[in-house]
């Protein structure tokens, strides 16, 4: 089956400095990658979705001078939390559609990658 | 905009025993795509079944089945012959049948317990 790598799959870092998410599908081409948080024992919140070659679409609320998002490749999304603060701190997990599929097949999730900001 | 609403936080069944998760959504399309997905403690995020929109027959897969009530909006889990490695949050998802807005939309989650 299709699978997304995501890494890393847990960070700490400073807080002021940046820390960079990447997910690649590895055996598979992802046009589109859905980028979502989680706050614990919340659920999952879309944060912004990304297409490759172009510019991520954020959601109402989400800083994107703060989430950088880049889908240069077919094979690579990337998510930098610039300037990282405390209450970043949170589960970021990305979502995958690969090329030629049709809107309705199915999404590959990557296992998560766990921020503590300190 | 579309929203998907659990509104049982926690839900206990007993080993062997059938539990029901509710879910109710909100939208003004016609067609779209009904989900649960199971995340156990490792956070990895499991599709446990699907069910489209255009279908009147209720989705199965082995031990878990939906209810689908489009009129009603509401899409149930049923778990039948619960086991331990059942025991996970689960979160009922909508997603619609178009390629622009294609992403998944959660609910607030059920954190399920299965007692031995």
């Known amino acids: 089956g299709a699978v997304v790598s995501q890494h890393p799959s847990w960070v700490i870092c400073k807080s002021g400095t940046s820390v960079k998410i990447e997910c690649r599908s590895l055996?598979?081409?992802?046009?589109?990658m859905f980028w979502y948080r989680q706050f614990p024992k919340q659920s999952l919140m879309l944060m912004a979705t990304s297409n490759e070659g172009s510019k991520a679409t954020y959601e109402q609320g989400v800083e994107k001078d703060k989430f950088l998002i880049n889908h240069a490749s077919l094979t690579l999304s990337t998510l930098t939390v610039t300037s990282a603060h405390p209450e970043d701190s949170s589960f970021y997990i990305c979502?995958?559609?690969?090329?030629?599929?049709?809107?309705?097949?199915?999404?590959?999730f990557g296992n998560g990658t766990r921020l503590t900001v300190t | 905009a579309q929203t998907v609403t659990q509104s049982q936080p926690e839900m206990s069944v007993q080993e062997a025993e059938t539990v029901t998760l509710s879910c109710t959504y909100d939208t003004s399309e016609s067609d779209y795509y009904l989900f649960w997905y199971k995340q156990p403690p490792s956070r990895q995020m499991i599709l446990v079944i699907r069910?489209?929109?255009?279908?009147?027959q209720n989705a199965t897969e082995n031990r878990f089945s939906v209810n689908f009530q489009k009129a009603a909006k509401s899409f149930s889990l049923k778990i039948s012959d619960s086991q331990l490695g059942d025991a996970a949050m689960y979160f009922c998802?909508?997603?619609?049948?178009?390629?622009?807005?294609?992403?998944?939309?959660f609910g607030g989650g059920t954190r399920l317990m299965v007692k031995p």
């Open positions: 055996d598979f081409q992802a046009t589109t």
């Open positions: 979502s995958a559609r690969g090329a030629g599929q049709g809107f309705n097949s199915p999404l590959h």
């Open positions: 998802a909508y997603r619609k049948s178009s390629a622009a807005g294609n992403m998944l939309t």
């Open positions: 069910q489209e929109a255009y279908k009147q």
